[in-house]
Each structure stands twice: as C-alpha cells, then as structure tokens.
C-alpha cells in the first residue's frame, strides 16, 4: 500500500531541517557556556534528543516510510533506556 | 525478466527483489550498532556518576571549536546525503553524484579536522596507556580513555560510511542504482545518518558538558 507511492522529500524540507538541527547545536553550545550546573547535562540531552529525532524522521524517513520500522526503533530505544535505568538503579543505590 | 525497468513505482520490478527487506536487513545492522555505541554511553554515564571532578576538569581539555565545527560538517554531510536521494528518485543522476561527492569532502574534512585534534592531544602527552595519564590519575584516563575508543570507533565509521558512499557513486554511474531502483543508495544513506545521530550525542557528552 504505502509502498506503492514512494515518498519524495524535497530539497527545501532538507534545507530546513539542516537549519532546524543548526540551530539547536548553537543553543546547545550556548547552554552550556552559561553555567547552569548539573542542569544543563540535562538540557544538553534533552537538545541532542530533538536533534536526534529530527534526523530519524527526516532524514532517516521514518516518517514516510512503513510503520514497522518506526515500531522496530521504538522497541530497540526502548530496550536501551531500560538497560541505562536499570544500570543507573544498581549503581545509585550501591553505595 | 527485465522488461519492468521502466517501472516508475517502488514496487519489485520483478520476483527477486524485496525493498522492503532490504531495508529492514539494513535497520538491523544499525540497532546492533546503536546498542554497541548505546553500551558505550552507559559506560561513560557510570565512569562520570563515580568520578564526576576528574570528568569534569578533563573535559575541559577538549577543543569546544573543534567539536562545534565537526558538528556542523556532519550536519551538513547529513543532508547532503538525503538530497542525494531525493536526486536519485527525480532520476537526476548529476546532482545526486554531485551531492554524494559532496558528502565525501565533508568527510574528509571531518577526518581532517579528528586528525589534527588528536595530534595536539598526542603532543600534550594525553593518549591511551601514556605517563602523564597515568600521573593524573584514575578519572582522568578513564574520560580519556573512552574519549578515544568512542571517537575513535566513531571515526572508523565514518570510513567505512565513505567507502559505502564511493560505492554508490560508481554503482550510479554504471546504471546499477537509478530512478526505479535506489534500495541501496537509501541503505548508504541510513548507515551515514547513523553516525551522524552518534555523533550528535558524542558532541555535547565530550566537548561540552564540563
């Protein structure tokens, strides 16, 4: 069904999701110059998280393309925040 | 068998070609990478929650310019990629090998740019298994220890990127990728964005966060 169109991004969009993801690395650089403390790890991910949903969508077509390889990425983000939390869990409470 | 070449859709042209799979083989490939980089990251998290000082004087270290730059080449590079692909399916074979050589010289200016910031660290005494890391102790070679596996590891692929990229270009130029069969040519693309997206967390956790 969906493959029988295949979805053309054009030039512009890219453009604009260059200067989209240009401009949040500027903010992020910016952020963290001001001295936020333990804040700004926080913001700076937070940043590199939008960053790097633009370039899956975009970029990488998970937006235009079928569903099961947004379902496929979700699952792998998933299993890996699950692995970071639980490594966090032990850790934070070891000592 | 090879009549369908005039085929304008997506679909297969014939009975032994499955885009579809295609792409999902090359997703595959890219979450075993995304876990192997993604372990790496934990590793780094923990190393930083025990030994925040050190990782924080340590980062300190690193050329925020440098960083910022080579962001913004693969930024760039990253879209020039995708235009590429948009090219190949207009069929404008010119501008898709014109945007693909693009990306390759924002390659090299990336490996360029690694390779003379890795020498200053070099000069500085700061490499894995060096005197002066070790005098400064556990934390510090920790953070410069996975500084240089991570970029390290991030610039081999960044070759390899290239090499698959060089392939697309003489695969364009034989007829091999083309408006009606360009599977391939997405597959480079998506192992490009990848270490973009890799990148775009090395950046901030590296160069900037002190």
Redesign the interface.
């Known amino acids: 069904m969906s493959e029988d169109k295949h979805h053309i991004s054009s030039y512009s969009s890219q453009i604009w999701i260059l200067v989209a993801l240009l401009i949040l690395t500027i903010f992020t650089v910016a952020i963290t110059k001001v001295n936020l403390g333990p804040i700004s790890v926080t913001m700076a991910m937070i940043i590199a998280g939008m960053k790097a949903t633009l370039v899956l969508l975009y970029f990488m077509h998970l937006k235009f393309d079928q569903k099961i390889y947004r379902f496929m990425v979700t699952a792998v983000l998933v299993l890996f925040f699950a692995v970071l939390l639980l490594t966090f869990f032990d850790y934070y409470f070891r000592h | 068998m090879m009549e369908s070449v005039e085929h304008q ?3 297969p042209a014939h009975a032994h070609r499955d ?2 799979a295609s ?2 083989g090359m ?2 490939f890219i ?1 075993t990478e ?2 192997l980089f ?1 372990g790496m ?2 590793v780094y ?2 190393y930083r ?2 030994n925040p000082t050190a990782f924080h004087i340590a980062g300190e270290e690193l050329d ?1 310019f440098v960083g ?1 730059l080579n ?2 080449i693969l ?2 590079s ?2 020039t ?3 590429s ?2 090219a190949i ?2 069929g404008n074979k010119k501008h898709a090998v014109l945007l693909l050589y693009a990306t390759l010289a924002l390659g090299i200016w990336f490996l360029v740019n690694k390779y003379f910031e890795w020498g200053v660290k070099f000069e500085h005494g700061l490499y894995p298994g060096s005197e002066f890391l070790h005098q400064l102790g556990h934390g510090d070679t920790m953070f410069f220890g996975l500084y240089f596996i991570m970029t390290g590891l991030h610039a081999l692929h960044i070759i390899v990127g290239m090499i698959f990229l060089a392939w697309i270009i003489v695969y364009i130029k034989k007829g091999r990728v083309r408006q009606d069969k360009f599977i391939m040519h ?1 597959n480079a ?2 192992y490009w ?1 990848l270490v ?2 890799i990148w ?2 090395l ?3 590296f160069y ?3």
């Open positions: 859709s997506h679909t885009d579809t792409k999902i997703w595959l979450f995304i876990l993604g990251f934990i998290s923990v929650f025990n925020d910022t962001t913004i930024l760039i990253s879209m990629v995708a235009m692909i948009t399916q207009r997405e693309g998506l964005h973009d997206l775009i967390f950046f901030p956790l900037l966060i002190h």
